[in-house]
């Protein structure tokens, strides 16, 4: 079994690290100055859903965390646990999954791991990795970066990665046309730094989605932010969602967005360089007191928090 | 500006001109609280205009007992609970119905039918909530099912009806209540004509959208029957709710359901306020046909949910506020519905 699986791992992601099978990785030093390292663990069920899977999602997660401090991902780890009577061919389809999407990233897999526990003890497969990358000199993006006047931007659609997997779950039955945004976004970091584009803070809205992720930047940075309902991009498909069932986008997950908070003379690049459903959102306003508030189009002004708990479907 | 935009922005300023007394409105819909909040309804008004989030979403006032009943079943591997999502939160004595593999949730209670057809060695248990607009769509899936002789599957009702427990708020003299937002989805069923009983306590309605724009105008209408001192029931959503509502769907109900005493969180037992599956459908009763006996759970002590809905007290004068009742660990109905009154007042203190 074991050798099967490093088998199917060495097929596909081979490299002149990875083969030699070290109990360490031993690499090149990258470049002087700061590096930066991040891990996350990989539990989604079910593994396979529209738009992705568990392989396209562990290299995504660990590159785009890396990329929010500038850095430019350089090696990762890849850990298996996998439960016994994982189907071969899902774990094939992973693995492959895993081996594009890193190439997508321009990242190397240098080391890893595969547990095996009894059937009934995981889910199927549970993935960990690990990333370090290199931030090159004069890079300074952070969550306590932003500053009064900058603009707030989000890099595509919010929420179609959590609406995809409610749908793979059977939450919902209706027909709706919405894919995960799962992907690698460092290289667009990456090219937007090497134009010497000015960015303040970059945050991945993941769990909790874009209000979460905006909240924590206003405290971090304690600053006001005001968001703007009618400049929110929202996928037809996940506000009918959103409608009926009573979720709020702006509280959705999403795998493959950034929060680029920028000075307003970096605004036209960084929507330049992610596309046509990129859009400014918002504004950071004065300094002092963190709060993250919400303006309707026609002047109503409220107040946004954390996601507390998770967003059920509702039934009134 | 688009035209809605136009809209609410003119009756923002109509009601700061014609508002002239303190008044407070009270809404008793799950739905309405989420658009008020999400529309940021409270900032486009004066301050003499207090908008109270009543009982109006029925899982956030099921009650303790009737968690219990429903954790009783979903204890027994050998069941599939079937519930409407957002109850999965509920708390009753420390658990909840999150914390059970075998409890699905379901969108419609016709899901629930499939589910027992696809399994037919476990017994499916639906978890009947809501108020008439709810009512009518299990009353259908029983009646599917006894058409079907489907032998595993039933019901756990826990029904509410509006008119008996707004008239239980309305006639609280403490109740500092004006003026009601009436729902729009349970109005679709009941009919306009429904709600003319709150004129016997003194108080008007407005039948209300879920839109800015809807609820705008409920508010100015209501603020201008106050001022006016008339009394009126307006259906001011009648591109979806009619003088008589939805009678099939009301025969429906009361064809599969009879009335019983019903126990609200926060206010305790309410005469007649509840719907039980009638005798002709006991095979569908799971409280029947499991014999289920549970004892009452009372309301945790110190919860003052039951005043704050009926706007008698605030979030702050509860002694569990913020300590032992928070939005991840909600205690009472106020704190359980993400925008109930406490939950907002807790997020935004």
Known sequence: MHELINGLIMNNLKNGILERMDDSAIM???????????????????????????????????????????????????SFILEEGMD????????????????????????????????????????????????????????????????????????????????????????????????PLNKKIEALLKKNVDIHCIKDPTRGGVASALFEIAEHSKCETTIQEDALPVHPGVRSVCEIVGYDPLYLANEGKYIIICPSGSTKDVLLEFGKDAKVIGKVGKTGEARLLYETAYGGIRRMGMLETTQLPRIC | MN??????????????????????????????????????????????????????????????????TALTMARDESKIVCTFGDMIKVPSQG????????????????????????????????????????????????????????PNFSVISMHKTVPIAMGAILSDKDAKIDALILPGHVSAITGRKYFDFIKDYETSGVISGFEALDIMECIYLLVDLYNNEKLDVINNYSRIVSEHGNKLAMDTMYDVFETCDSGWRGIGTIPDS???????????????????????????????????????????DCGLFGKNCTPANPVGPCMVSSEGTCAAFYKYQ
């Open chain 1, 28 to 78: 090149e030093n990258m470049h002087a100055g700061r590096i930066a390292m991040t891990t996350d663990s990989y539990v989604v069920n079910p593994m396979f859903f529209r738009g992705g899977d568990i392989g396209r999602l562990c290299i995504s997660g660990t590159v785009n965390d890396l990329a929010t401090s500038g850095a430019i991902p350089y090696a990762l780890s890849l």
């Open chain 2, 3 to 68: 035209d809605t935009v136009k809209k609410i922005r003119i009756l923002k300023d109509k009601i700061k001109e014609i508002s002239q007394k303190d008044i407070s409105i009270m809404e008793v819909c799950g739905t309405h609280t989420m658009s008020v909040a999400r529309f940021a309804i409270k900032s486009l008004l004066p301050d003499n205009i207090n908008v109270i989030s009543g009982p109006g979403c029925p899982v956030c006032v099921t009650s303790g007992t009737d968690i219990e």
């Open chain 2, 274 to 316: 509840g719907l039980e599956i009638k005798d002709e459908y006991a095979a569908f009763n799971a409280r029947k046909k499991f014999g289920i006996n549970v004892s009452e759970v009372l309301d945790p002590p110190g919860c003052r949910c039951g005043e704050i809905l009926m706007a008698k007290a605030k979030p702050s």
């Open chain 2, 95 to 150: 658990d909840n119905l999150g914390n059970y593999k075998n409890v699905k949730i379901v969108y419609s209670p016709l899901d629930s039918l499939k589910i027992a057809k696809d399994n037919p060695d476990k017994e499916v248990v639906m978890l009947g909530i809501g108020f008439e607009t709810t009512a009518p769509l299990i009353a259908c899936a029983i009646k599917a099912a006894k058409q079907m002789a489907l």
């Open chain 1, 88 to 183: 071969i061919g899902e774990l094939e389809r992973i693995v492959k999954s895993i081996a594009s999407t890193a190439t997508e990233a321009g990242v190397r897999i240098v080391t890893g791991d595969t547990k095996v526990v009894e059937k009934g003890k995981g889910d199927g497969l549970y993935i960990n990795t690990c990333g370090i990358g290199h931030i090159p000199d004069g890079v300074d993006i952070s969550t306590y970066n932003a500053k009064e006047n900058d603009d707030v931007i989000i890099t595509g659609y919010m929420g179609n990665h959590e609406v995809a997997m409610v749908k793979a779950r059977e939450l919902i039955d209706f027909d709706i046309d919405v894919e995960s945004d799962v992907a």
